[in-house]
């Protein structure tokens, strides 16, 4: 149900009046490489890489949750429409790798599917809103005593971030 409302809420945004230009903003006409910083969703903080060619793109960031773990995730977009804002949808995975210094090093796999807005602002610049619906895969756990199953359900986590494209 979650899942159901964010994608109206995308629509719904993807609706609203927004200029469209003779050409498709600078984030899918043609190749190019767009550098950002994110906050929320898979990381407190992220720094990112987006390789773009047309309407797709592949989206590398690294971030961290505590300064004591490392998250790294690797995403296939597809954008919507011609306009200023436009909608995307995404899959691929997220890996978080923790190590606290008195246990063994942690491990998460988990399947990413970010959903959301890309608003062009300027040529260069761009600001966007996500919702990543995240489901488990696999965990490794810091503690090895702890033999709890997995928890497999389908967690929503919001991020804006900012993006420049070179």
Request: proline share 5%; no cysteine; charged share 20%.
């Amino acid at each position: 149900m979650k899942s159901f409302i964010t994608l109206l809420i995308v629509l719904v945004l993807a609706g609203l009046p927004t200029y469209v230009r003779a050409q498709a903003p600078s984030a899918g006409a043609g190749d190019g490489v767009r550098f950002g910083i994110s906050v929320g969703g898979i990381s407190t903080v992220a720094v990112s890489v987006e390789l773009f060619r047309d309407s797709r793109s592949i989206d590398l960031s690294l971030g961290t949750w505590s300064f004591h773990d490392v998250s790294f995730s690797a995403v296939v977009k597809q954008y919507a429409f011609s306009s200023a804002a436009r909608p995307f949808v995404g899959a691929g995975l997220w890996m978080v790798v923790a190590s606290p210094a008195d246990e063994r090093t942690g491990v998460a796999l988990v399947l990413r599917v970010p959903v959301g807005v890309d608003w062009e602002v300027t040529d260069d610049h761009s600001l966007g809103a996500v919702i990543n619906l995240n489901r488990g895969l696999a965990v490794r756990r810091t503690d090895p005593a702890d033999v709890l199953p997995m928890n497999k359900r389908l967690v929503p986590l919001p991020e804006l971030y900012y993006r420049y494209t070179r």
